[in-house]
């Protein structure tokens, strides 16, 4: 629905006076705390009267089972008694500012083994900020999911130098290879391109405005206390850069603790990293992240072209977390980073021109960003938040001019919560900055201000919950965009949730794509304006307990119209220009997930349909959606004692995928990926050993990942579709302390 500029102002002005006006005298909070909620369920009824007990505090359940303790900030160890029943014990992390709910299950008896014990506790749940109404995973209509701290803690170990794996085993998300020479991705979500994930730390836009600012290599996972994810477009709550979804790396707050990780891996690859963290006082302390890794060229096939790209690579990021007696928090991050990789021919292989063709990055990236937060007396609080990027690139494609671009982004938000016991509703006002620049290609360089304002609400009737998001966006080349989205939670039996969300999303038109990033803008011409993408977007989902799992059922569509896909250009020979496709591109799915937890550990099952179609830019034929794995199957087994061992195997089995200007086959082969984790723990010393790719599959033994003649844009390679690197195993030793 089209809004006129001086509209949207007018909105972002009166959100901003909502902000300065409504501003009240601050309610008291505990500093450095968070709140618990313990549920206690019974099939008798008998939910009042259990004792709960932590950290030298109590409190008794209610008649409706909840037990309310307000925590120190932390890992606690909570018990459940009451006579006649079973005793119950479970961890909880409490996070500071935040609720954490857990829900257990009594059954009678007079006395509890551990191991039974345990086996009766539930996953706690932790207040998601991604949605902006900061509610429970559970209780907000708009689907979060959640990768929990031990997730992470078990990637972390696997891959300490980026969130690649992370983020590639999470049903509906997928790391896509960009550029093959030089090992650069991006994540796909719902199998929709990765221009169109918006990536946030902690809230805040460190990264950039688009996946091509950002490798998901260069995160590292080991300060991540958890990762939200919002599947689906978002820019009702985020603006046009989240069309297809959001992903938000939420950090560990510090602790005092502290860890050191080393990292040896076969190819040439070693990493480390360091996290540490010191409290000057109950409600202020610091952390410091440090990361580090190099890897050798790796030519596995001895083709002359390097499967594994030389790199060499580091990153800082300090933060400072603060909080008083009356509950103001102030959270302030700084990063910095360098990334130089050289890809491409090994050797004198593969020549152009006479000079072989390699490929090379550099990149040099930092960022600042920062939020505020005030509870007020009245209910809710007003929050600020700003964050400032800036990265610059220089890419070499064989003996031609390196190409030299900047990114340069800038973010300012306010923000009004009001919350009352059935309803959030939140305001805000936001202006954003994107400039880009390439010194080789000025046709996609454009400096954007875009002011913009949103309101997001959530109101609950009984076992129903309803949400609502309307966001509009003044921007200077896409025009004013309104963008909106609808959610609905229904609960109709204890343990069991029914969500459904339609909502709408835009991007303005860049040259920024998933497909030049792998050839670079020199050999991309602009003949014709683009115009911007508009998505509109539905989801299903189904969430409960069955025959001993946690199951959680998914069907999504997306229809995205004029979408910005990369053509030929008659009559030039290694040209290309984008343009705006003729007709909608259209994805759908199925997701489907089951965990069963027992004492020692847990397992997790998998099940992804996707299927997608879009038309070619050039001849106007609808054609499946390269890239888009049809049927994927996957089971991760783990088991754990903590603090002394761990062990697990996973696999997945991903089907044919199309392929587009692919010289040997229309459709991938399918395969099994198969990896295995064994761990120990002594002291304060962690061993692990990791293995990858256990069936050593590898592309290259299929087809040659050099094109026999130059692609689109002069591309020297096709797709990747499969693991390049073949098998995998690396070591890696972990010392934690105070």
Not at 455 to 464: D, F, S, Y
């Given at each position: 629905?089209?809004?006129?500029?001086?509209?949207?102002?007018?909105?972002?002005?009166?959100?901003?006076?909502?902000?300065?006006?409504?501003?009240?005298?601050?309610?008291?909070?505990?500093?450095?705390?968070?709140?618990?909620?313990?549920?206690?369920?019974?099939?008798?009824?008998?939910?009042?009267?259990?004792?709960?007990?932590?950290?030298?505090?109590?409190?008794?359940?209610?008649?409706?089972?909840?037990?309310?303790?307000?925590?120190?900030?932390?890992?606690?160890?909570?018990?459940?008694?009451?006579?006649?029943?079973?005793?119950?014990?479970?961890?909880?992390?409490?996070?500071?500012?935040?609720?954490?709910?857990?829900?257990?299950?009594?059954?009678?008896?007079?006395?509890?083994?551990?191991?039974?014990?345990?086996?009766?506790?539930?996953?706690?749940?932790?207040?998601?900020?991604?949605?902006?109404?900061?509610?429970?995973?559970?209780?907000?209509?708009?689907?979060?999911?959640?990768?929990?701290?031990?997730?992470?803690?078990?990637?972390?170990?696997?891959?300490?130098?980026?969130?690649?794996?992370?983020?590639?085993?999470?049903?509906?998300?997928?790391?896509?290879?960009?550029?093959?020479?030089?090992?650069?991705?991006?994540?796909?979500?719902?199998?929709?391109?990765?221009?169109?994930?918006?990536?946030?730390?902690?809230?805040?836009?460190?990264?950039?405005?688009?996946?091509?600012?950002?490798?998901?290599?260069?995160?590292?996972?080991?300060?991540?206390?958890?990762?939200?994810?919002?599947?689906?477009?978002?820019?009702?709550?985020?603006?046009?850069?989240?069309?297809?979804?959001?992903?938000?790396?939420?950090?560990?707050?510090?602790?005092?603790?502290?860890?050191?990780?080393?990292?040896?891996?076969?190819?040439?690859?070693?990493?480390?990293?360091?996290?540490?963290?010191?409290?000057?006082?109950?409600?202020?302390?610091?952390?410091?992240?440090?990361?580090?890794?190099?890897?050798?060229?790796?030519?596995?096939?001895?083709?002359?072209?390097?499967?594994?790209?030389?790199?060499?690579?580091?990153?800082?990021?300090?933060?400072?977390?603060?909080?008083?007696?009356?509950?103001?928090?102030?959270?302030?991050?700084?990063?910095?980073?360098?990334?130089?990789?050289?890809?491409?021919?090994?050797?004198?292989?593969?020549?152009?021109?006479?000079?072989?063709?390699?490929?090379?990055?550099?990149?040099?990236?930092?960022?600042?960003?920062?939020?505020?937060?005030?509870?007020?007396?009245?209910?809710?609080?007003?929050?600020?938040?700003?964050?400032?990027?800036?990265?610059?690139?220089?890419?070499?494609?064989?003996?031609?001019?390196?190409?030299?671009?900047?990114?340069?982004?800038?973010?300012?938000?306010?923000?009004?919560?009001?919350?009352?016991?059935?309803?959030?509703?939140?305001?805000?006002?936001?202006?954003?900055?994107?400039?880009y620049r390439n010194a080789l290609n000025r046709s996609f360089d454009h400096r954007w201000l875009v002011p913009g304002a949103f309101v997001t609400t959530e109101q609950k009737l009984g076992p129903v919950t309803l949400s609502g998001s309307v966001r509009a966006d003044a921007h200077p080349d896409a025009g004013t965009?309104?963008?909106?989205?609808?959610?609905?939670?229904?609960?109709?039996?204890?343990?069991?949730?029914?969500?459904?969300?339609?909502?709408?999303?835009?991007?303005?038109?860049?040259?920024?794509?998933?497909?030049?990033?792998?050839?670079?803008?020199?050999?991309?011409?602009?003949?014709?304006?683009?115009?911007?993408?508009?998505?509109?977007?539905?989801?299903?989902?189904?969430?409960?307990?069955?025959?001993?799992?946690?199951?959680?059922?998914?069907?999504?569509?997306?229809?995205?119209?004029?979408?910005?896909?990369?053509?030929?250009?008659?009559?030039?020979?290694?040209?290309?220009?984008?343009?705006?496709?003729?007709?909608?591109?259209?994805?759908?799915?199925?997701?489907?997930?089951?965990?069963?937890?027992?004492?020692?550990?847990?397992?997790?099952?998998?099940?992804?349909?996707?299927?997608?179609?879009?038309?070619?830019?050039?001849?106007?034929?609808?054609?499946?959606?390269?890239?888009?794995?049809?049927?994927?199957?996957?089971?991760?087994?783990?088991?754990?004692?903590?603090?002394?061992?761990?062990?697990?195997?996973?696999?997945?089995?991903?089907?044919?995928?199309?392929?587009?200007?692919?010289?040997?086959?229309?459709?991938?082969?399918?395969?099994?990926?198969?990896?295995?984790?064994?761990?120990?723990?002594?002291?304060?010393?962690?061993?692990?050993?990791?293995?990858?790719?256990?069936?050593?599959?590898?592309?290259?033994?299929?087809?040659?990942?050099?094109?026999?003649?130059?692609?689109?844009?002069?591309?020297?390679?096709?797709?990747?579709?499969?693991?390049?690197?073949?098998?995998?195993?690396?070591?890696?030793?972990?010392?934690?302390?105070?």
């Amino acid at each position: 629905m089209p809004l006129s500029r001086s509209t949207a102002l007018a909105v972002l002005s009166f959100a901003a006076l909502m902000f300065v006006g409504l501003a009240a005298p601050l309610r008291a909070q505990p500093a450095d705390s968070g709140r618990v909620h313990v549920i206690v369920e019974e099939s008798m009824g008998m939910r009042s009267g259990f004792l709960v007990q932590a950290a030298g505090r109590s409190a008794t359940t209610d008649s409706s089972g909840i037990a309310r303790l307000t925590l120190p900030s932390g890992r606690q160890l909570v018990t459940v008694t009451r006579t006649g029943f079973l005793p119950l014990r479970l961890a909880v992390l409490v996070v500071r500012d935040s609720l954490v709910t857990s829900k257990v299950t009594a059954s009678m008896g007079t006395s509890a083994t551990d191991a039974e014990a345990m086996s009766t506790m539930a996953m706690p749940e932790v207040r998601v900020s991604a949605t902006r109404t900061e509610r429970l995973a559970g209780e907000t209509p708009i689907r979060v999911e959640v990768v929990d701290e031990m997730e992470v803690d078990e990637k972390t170990l696997m891959a300490p130098s980026g969130i690649s794996m992370l983020l590639n085993e999470t049903p509906g998300l997928r790391v896509q290879a960009t550029a093959p020479g030089l090992g650069t991705g991006s994540v796909r979500i719902l199998g929709l391109p990765g221009e169109y994930t918006l990536m946030l730390a902690d809230g805040l836009p460190l990264y950039g405005a688009s996946a091509s600012a950002l490798g998901p290599l260069d995160v590292s996972p080991v300060d991540l206390q958890r990762v939200e994810i919002i599947k689906g477009a978002a820019s009702a709550l985020y603006g046009g850069q989240s069309l297809g979804g959001v992903i938000n790396l939420v950090s560990k707050p510090p602790t005092g603790n502290k860890e050191v990780l080393l990292n040896r891996r076969t190819m040439g690859v070693t990493d480390a990293a360091t996290w540490l963290s010191h409290r000057f006082s109950k409600g202020v302390g610091v952390s410091l992240l440090g990361t580090g890794t190099t890897q050798s060229a790796q030519d596995l096939d001895n083709d002359g072209w390097a499967d594994q790209a030389r790199a060499r690579r580091w990153s800082v990021r300090p933060r400072l977390s603060a909080v008083d007696s009356r509950g103001r928090s102030l959270f302030v991050t700084a990063g910095a980073g360098h990334d130089d990789r050289t890809g491409g021919a090994v050797g004198n292989a593969f020549t152009v021109n006479g000079a072989p063709f390699r490929e090379a990055l550099r990149s040099d990236r930092a960022d600042v960003g920062g939020t505020a937060r005030i509870p007020l007396q009245n209910g809710g609080s007003a929050s600020l938040r700003f964050a400032v990027a800036n990265t610059a690139r220089g890419r070499t494609f064989g003996a031609g001019a390196r190409e030299d671009d900047r990114t340069t982004t800038g973010f300012l938000e306010t923000t009004r919560t009001f919350e009352g016991s059935t309803r959030v509703f939140v305001v805000g006002g936001v202006l954003q900055f994107d400039q880009y620049r390439n010194a080789l290609n000025r046709s996609f360089d454009h400096r954007w201000l875009v002011p913009g304002a949103f309101v997001t609400t959530e109101q609950k009737l009984g076992p129903v919950t309803l949400s609502g998001s309307v966001r509009a966006d003044a921007h200077p080349d896409a025009g004013t965009q309104l963008t909106e989205r609808v959610a609905l939670l229904v609960s109709p039996a204890p343990g069991w949730s029914l969500r459904g969300s339609v909502g709408t999303g835009y991007t303005a038109p860049t040259g920024r794509t998933e497909e030049t990033e792998a050839i670079g803008l020199r050999a991309v011409r602009a003949t014709r304006a683009l115009d911007p993408e508009r998505s509109l977007g539905a989801m299903l989902d189904v969430n409960g307990s069955l025959v001993g799992a946690e199951v959680l059922l998914t069907a999504y569509g997306s229809r995205i119209a004029d979408a910005v896909q990369l053509g030929e250009v008659a009559g030039a020979v290694e040209q290309a220009e984008l343009r705006n496709a003729s007709a909608p591109t259209r994805v759908g799915g199925v997701e489907a997930l089951a965990v069963w937890r027992f004492a020692a550990g847990k397992f997790i099952a998998n099940y992804g349909y996707a299927q997608g179609s879009r038309t070619d830019v050039a001849s106007g034929v609808r054609e499946a959606l390269p890239l888009l794995t049809r049927h994927r199957v996957g089971g991760d087994l783990m088991i754990e004692r903590p603090g002394v061992y761990r062990w697990g195997i996973e696999g997945t089995w991903f089907g044919a995928q199309p392929l587009d200007d692919n010289p040997f086959r229309t459709a991938s082969k399918p395969y099994v990926y198969m990896m295995a984790i064994v761990g120990r723990q002594i002291g304060p010393v962690e061993l692990i050993a990791n293995f990858e790719n256990l069936l050593n599959v590898r592309q290259t033994d299929t087809d040659p990942l050099v094109r026999p003649t130059p692609g689109l844009g002069g591309r020297r390679t096709t797709d990747v579709w499969a693991p390049l690197e073949g098998f995998m195993a690396n070591v890696a030793v972990r010392y934690r302390w105070k």
